[in-house]
């Protein structure tokens, strides 16, 4: 399975945008597929899961009530649709997919390569 990640971009704080994650190759199904984010100096940090079989969603701490993970099972694509953007959300977000559950980088495996997202104040 390949991931290409997009929809990255610069937006102004309190504005909104929608990250994809296509998948090709084969159906990610049974997979957990997952939202990571990291910022320069920083390490990657969890931002949002979903389970693709049941749509059992989860959420970081720092994005919880703003942003929204969904998926579209015909397309094979997630999304991130992220609203009341901050500063702090500034980062490269990239999307992976891991066998079960996990809240590290290590849980995951299939990096796409990242999509730049820039929210100035």
């Known amino acids: 399975v390949q991931l290409q990640a997009s929809g990255g971009g610069l937006v102004q704080a309190g504005g909104s945008l929608r990250l994809s994650c296509a998948a090709s190759g084969r159906t990610v199904s049974r997979y957990v597929m997952s939202w990571f984010r990291q910022a320069p100096g920083k390490e990657r940090e969890f931002v949002a899961a979903i389970r693709w079989g049941t749509g059992l969603t989860y959420y970081g701490d720092s994005v919880k009530g703003r942003f929204t993970i969904s998926k579209n099972n015909a397309e094979n694509t997630m999304y991130l649709q992220m609203n009341t953007l901050k500063p702090e959300d500034t980062a490269v977000y990239y999307c992976?997919?891991?066998?079960?559950?996990?809240?590290?980088?290590?849980?995951?495996?299939?990096w796409g390569q990242g999509t730049l997202v820039t929210v100035s104040s």
């Open positions: 992976a997919r891991g066998n079960s559950l996990g809240y590290r980088s290590d849980d995951y495996y299939g």
